[in-house]
């Protein structure tokens, strides 16, 4: 009992020394306020969170980047969302990309009713020019529909619903979703077994890599699987800014679509310097996760598995 007395008697006597050691040696323009700031705003990080949206290139593509969401609910979210693809709404677009809606265009309002999200813009929104027109709804589909708790969007102006392209006048689904597409490319010389196909190819800016999803409209009556990898795979690329590090000799060897899981075995050319980029991952499961409802790729090499991409969480070994 006596040490216990004497222990802590050590301790408060210690603890008061350095207290009047660290009150002493404190210089007087710091003790003021610079050092202790009552009136400080700590701001606590764990609802931060990343989200995925589509901001433009400078070759007019929309690719895919993460941006910084400080938002808890979900009519804030979309708020920000539409700060970002707003032209100069945000400071924090990454150097190269850039929103595509009008500067001049207000937000009048959010609505959401049974994950159908609905925008109603200032008829600013309606002086995009005209090679952007399709690009603009495209990223505003595209970067709102990543959100877990939408299904869809719907656009309005000034109260009233927008059913067409503002120049080119193309008619509008009234609910807008990824059947919509996204940096839409027609490579089709008939009506005869058309095919829409999005695929994920890179593209460097600013000594960045994107991820660059391209919906292409061609003749082809294959399975989806076997035009992605075979266009992937392919020296050759309707834009020459466009890269896919996919080597040219893969093969699919098979594929299995079971329980929500797309099984895809390769030949060993899908190796670079025997090892499989990451960037070859992410283009094959991206493009599969567009046109198929599964949740989870699985890559093989000649039968031997090698890992689980998820759709929600990225690969997993």
Same mark, same amino acid.
């Given at each position: 009992? @006596?040490? #216990?007395? *004497?222990? #802590?008697?050590?301790?408060?006597? !210690?603890?008061?020394?350095?207290?009047?050691?660290? $009150?002493?040696?404190?210089?007087?323009?710091?003790?003021?306020?610079?050092?202790?700031?009552?009136?400080?705003?700590?701001?606590?990080?764990? /609802?931060?969170?990343?989200?995925?949206?589509?901001?433009?290139?400078?070759?007019?593509? @929309?690719?895919?980047?993460?941006?910084?969401?400080?938002?808890?609910?979900?009519?804030?979210?979309?708020?920000?969302?539409?700060?970002?693809? %707003? $032209?100069?709404?945000?400071?924090?677009?990454? %150097?190269?990309?850039?929103?595509?809606?009008?500067?001049?265009?207000?937000?009048?309002?959010?609505?959401?009713?049974?994950?159908?999200?609905?925008?109603?813009?200032?008829?600013?929104?309606?002086? $995009?020019?005209?090679?952007?027109?399709?690009?603009?709804?495209? *990223?505003? !589909?595209?970067?709102?529909?990543?959100?877990?708790?939408?299904?869809?969007?719907?656009?309005?102006?000034?109260?009233?619903?927008?059913?067409?392209?503002?120049?080119?006048?193309?008619? @509008?689904?009234?609910?807008?979703? #990824?059947?919509?597409?996204?940096?839409?490319?027609?490579?089709?010389?008939?009506?005869?077994?058309?095919?829409?196909?999005? @695929?994920?190819?890179?593209?460097?800016?600013?000594?960045?890599?994107?991820?660059?999803?391209? %919906?292409?409209?061609?003749?082809? /009556? #294959?399975?989806?699987?076997?035009?992605?990898?075979?266009?992937? *795979?392919? /020296?050759?690329?309707?834009?020459?800014?466009?890269?896919?590090?996919?080597?040219?000799?893969?093969?699919?060897?098979?594929?299995?679509?079971?329980?929500?899981?797309? %099984?895809? /075995?390769?030949?060993?050319?899908?190796?670079?310097?025997?090892?499989?980029?990451?960037?070859?991952?992410?283009?094959? *499961?991206?493009?599969?996760?567009?046109?198929?409802?599964?949740?989870?790729? $699985?890559?093989?090499?000649?039968?031997?598995?090698?890992? !689980?991409?998820?759709?929600?969480?990225?690969?997993?070994?």
């Amino acid at each position: 009992m @006596l040490k #216990r007395k *004497a222990l #802590r008697k050590i301790i408060i006597t !210690t603890f008061s020394f350095l207290t009047i050691l660290v $009150i002493c040696i404190i210089p007087d323009h710091l003790s003021n306020h610079q050092f202790l700031d009552p009136d400080l705003h700590i701001e606590y990080v764990t /609802n931060l969170g990343t989200n995925e949206i589509y901001l433009l290139g400078p070759n007019k593509y @929309l690719v895919k980047t993460n941006v910084l969401l400080q938002e808890d609910n979900l009519e804030s979210k979309v708020k920000g969302i539409i700060d970002y693809l %707003t $032209i100069q709404k945000s400071n924090k677009i990454p %150097t190269g990309l850039s929103g595509i809606i009008p500067s001049n265009t207000v937000l009048n309002s959010v609505s959401i009713q049974e994950k159908i999200v609905t925008l109603d813009f200032s008829s600013e929104f309606l002086e $995009i020019q005209q090679d952007l027109e399709e690009r603009m709804i495209e *990223a505003i !589909t595209y970067s709102i529909i990543n959100l877990d708790e939408v299904e869809g969007v719907l656009i309005q102006i000034e109260g009233e619903t927008l059913t067409e392209l503002p120049h080119s006048k193309k008619q @509008l689904p009234e609910i807008l979703n #990824r059947n919509y597409g996204i940096n839409k490319v027609f490579d089709i010389s008939n009506l005869n077994d058309i095919q829409k196909v999005t @695929l994920y190819y890179l593209d460097d800016i600013s000594n960045n890599r994107y991820y660059v999803p391209v %919906t292409r409209y061609l003749n082809d /009556n #294959r399975e989806k699987i076997n035009i992605i990898i075979d266009h992937l *795979a392919s /020296n050759y690329i309707y834009e020459s800014n466009l890269m896919s590090l996919l080597n040219q000799g893969t093969e699919l060897i098979s594929y299995e679509i079971q329980d929500e899981m797309m %099984t895809l /075995n390769f030949n060993q050319s899908i190796f670079t310097n025997d090892k499989l980029l990451e960037e070859v991952t992410y283009t094959i *499961a991206e493009s599969v996760f567009e046109n198929y409802d599964v949740k989870s790729v $699985i890559l093989e090499v000649e039968g031997e598995k090698l890992m !689980t991409v998820e759709r929600c969480c990225g690969i997993q070994k």
